[in-house]
């Protein structure tokens, strides 16, 4: 098993990475000082229920929990007031008190829901991360959790850090092959703007990561977690040099918006986001290579790096100037200096953004 | 002007206490770096509206200010998830973004509505608090905010620090004259807990207090609101000693739900329980003076001190053992062990708390 710290003073909480780690949740969560006194809340969706529910919530009885469950439907819908409502009904009628904790086990929907049912109920309890896709790497850890508004995504929420974060990678078998690529997209970002050996070492073992070997896993989750680790230790609130976690991300929202998010899955729309910002680069006076190097490694996981044709520009344009790190006539981009390297620029012309959009709608 | 700091470290803030000075919150903002760049939102209720809110947008606006309005319906059912949805939706539409703040001109409703609304909002914006009633020196400081859900008052919420709390004495002349004596049933109870001397202030300026004596007022909620300031900063997540602030909220909340909340007001409630709480004291050897003592002040004030006789005993015992501060048989009580002292005592018998609920529902 690996283990990393997200280092915030007295919020610092680890991350353990293994395979079959997960069938060790009631003693993790006792050496954790959270105790079989107060139920407990696991919070789940559909699919990852039916393969991992039993399972945990038998081994959490047999170490002397009182487990409640909450099964949502799988989907961005479930991240919703009206489900977190739903949530508080089930811990009110469960017993929950403020000893209480809520584990969400799957992916980053699970976890930003759940965690803001965690921070929310009685002001806060405790909570726990048991991420499931590769995605959520990134979702479960730094305690940004979150439900949707019907006119702004994660527009509901609170920055409340886990106890620890469990991943098990043994879980990640029966995720379906688009989450992985999808997955994975989000992963190489980490390298992308920080870390250019992990980036070379990705490049030569995606053959590994597309067939989840557990070992390559473990090792990409470990370099991952602890990228996303390193920014949100010196950036907890999102002031600054967090926003760099956000490369790609500015033309990967507005396309999720303007695709009404169902055609795309976020590692797709980020993917085609992070080319768009590379070609950004280009036209701030950076080699061209980085937009050549991050379309082929994209490429090479199988993703997309091209925007939809269908998708009508002034849509885009008008979904990019709504997105909340636009800022008068000139846009703030997380550009790339080299592969590895990110700087976050606040002078990049919206006519530069529309030319490059149209652009990315060209053949692939 | 008075004023007072609640010292919290870097989340400290003042309480500025006089008459008038609503009218120079655009300056007071601007002190507190609340600038006028991004929109602010305004959260009041239909009374007070009618009375102070054309007055304060016009000066927000003479300020500079961009100014969103919401008025909710007055009363504890605006505390619910899908005004807070409604209040994201004007806050969305509005254009409020990570620099703007929540302003709440109102009582503990709209305190507690707008401040949980300025706490998730975006994951966390800036708040300021106009409490414009008595019983709001509680709610107004101290930075829990919350929602209520069906099953449980309070029960969906965050801890969430004004920017400032801006008392202005004289939006209290238009308070109904009941809401008025369960104000002062409140802010008596600051000193029953922690302060005799302000007790004894308080039972011979009664009548000036029921007058709305501007001086006597100030004077008042500066002590009310310097109690609470003290204890809070103490203990900022109510990890123990901030529970004695519920000084006859015990009893209180359980008549509160057996009545249906629209019988009692909280501050009445409250009344007829530190009558209860001190005739407990009696039970557990303290003096009977302290109950006699803690009745007269209340009568004098106009407040009930017994139990509505129609209500069942049984339902309030029920009541009172799902209270959150019950654990095994025995149950916790905060406790006058003096006028102006308490203790929080774990050990009192349910079958004393029956009796003392008998007695409280005899003649009054
Ligand atoms: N909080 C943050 O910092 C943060 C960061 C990034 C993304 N997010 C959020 O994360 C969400 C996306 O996360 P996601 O991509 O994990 O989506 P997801 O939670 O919707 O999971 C993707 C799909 O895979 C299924 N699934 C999950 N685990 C599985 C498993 N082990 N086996 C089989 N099926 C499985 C799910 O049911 C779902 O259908 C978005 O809501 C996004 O806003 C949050
Ligand atoms: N957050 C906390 O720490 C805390 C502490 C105590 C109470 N509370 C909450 O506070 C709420 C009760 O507060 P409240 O007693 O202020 O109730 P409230 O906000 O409902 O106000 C009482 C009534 O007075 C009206 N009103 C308010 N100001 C007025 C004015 N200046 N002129 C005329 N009418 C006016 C209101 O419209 C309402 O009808 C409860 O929801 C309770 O849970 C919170
Ligand atoms: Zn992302
Ligand atoms: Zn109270």
Redesign the interface.
Known sequence: MKQLTVDLGERSYPIYIGEGIISGLAATLANHKIGTKSPILVVTDENVAKFYLAQVKDSLEAGGYRVATAVVAPGEKSKS?AV??DM??VA??AGL??SSAVIAIGGGVVGDLAGFVA??????IRFVQIPTTILAHDSSVGG?V?VN????KN?????HQPEFVLYDTATLKTLPEREIRAGLSELVKEGFIWDREFVEWFDANTDKLLALDSEALAHALYIGCGVKATVVSQDE??GGLRAILNLGHTIGHALEAVSGYDELLHGEAIAIGMVGAAMLSEKLGNPGSIAVETERILRKLGLPVRIPSHLDTDAIMSALMHD?KFKEGTMVFIIPTAIGEVEINSNVSSVWVREIVERLKGEA
């Open positions: 007031l977190l409502e508080i009904t009110l009628e008190d403020r921070a929310s109920y009685m002001r806060g940004k979150a508004h019907r006119l702004a527009v509901i929420g609170a920055f609130r999102e909340k």
